[in-house]
Every structure is written in structure tokens, then in C-alpha cells.
């Protein structure tokens, strides 16, 4: 079955970094767009950034320059690196993918920006 494991999510000061990894497995990872999404307390769930299968990438206009995501295919696993984290970055972060026409979800990692 599908599986979507998400790690690296913490407490960092503003101005820190962290990266984020989704590992996944259960489909062809290589051929799946993945994206990371994130959810804010009290806030919708929004589409943080996307990669497809041919290394294209898109982001959300407020990461853009800040976040950069990227995929190992021979480790089925997405990654993160989000830089210059602010304080309104605070959210879980999900990673996502569908296959088979089915949405897939990660239990989600905790990012805390906090002075």
C-alpha cells in the first residue's frame, strides 16, 4: 500500500532552516508528481510546492526564493529545504501524492518558528 512518511519538521528562530523528507513507497515514486502542502492553525490546507516527474518545480508565491523542493528517485524520498523561515511558516507539513487516481497523505510534521 501507499505510504507517505514525512521527518525533519522542529523548532527553529526565525531567519533558521530546516529540511524536510517524505519517504515513500507503495507506487512508482519516479513517475509520481509529489508536492508538500501545509497547514497553518486555524487555516485551509495550502499547496506549499510541487515536483514532477521530469524535475519541474512550483511553489507558492510566498516560499518562492526560500523553499526549494527536490526528489532522490533512488531513495523514493522528497525533500524540503526550507531557508529564511519566518514566522507565519508555522504549520504542519504534509507531503502528498496521488496514484491511481487515489489522493495520498503523510501523518504530517510540526514546524514551529518561534523567536
Known amino acids: 500500500q501507499v505510504q507517505l512518511v514525512e521527518s525533519g519538521g522542529g523548532l527553529v528562530q526565525p531567519g533558521g532552516s530546516l529540511r524536510l523528507s517524505c519517504a515513500a513507497s507503495?507506487?512508482?515514486?519516479?513517475?509520481?508528481?509529489m508536492k508538500w502542502y501545509r497547514q497553518a492553525p486555524g487555516k485551509e490546507r495550502e499547496l506549499v510546492a510541487i515536483?514532477?516527474?521530469?524535475?519541474?518545480?512550483s511553489y507558492l508565491a510566498s516560499v518562492k526564493g526560500r523553499f526549494t523542493i527536490s526528489r532522490d528517485n533512488s531513495k523514493n524520498t522528497v525533500y524540503l529545504q526550507m531557508n529564511s523561515l519566518k514566522l507565519e511558516d508555522t504549520a504542519v507539513y504534509y507531503c502528498?501524492?496521488?496514484?491511481?487516481?487515489?489522493?495520498?497523505w503523510g501523518q504530517g510534521t510540526l514546524v514551529t518558528v518561534s523567536e
Open positions: 502528498n501524492t496521488r496514484a491511481s487516481l487515489i489522493e495520498y
Open positions: 507503495g507506487f512508482t515514486f519516479s513517475s509520481s508528481p
Open positions: 515536483i514532477n516527474s521530469l524535475w519541474g518545480t
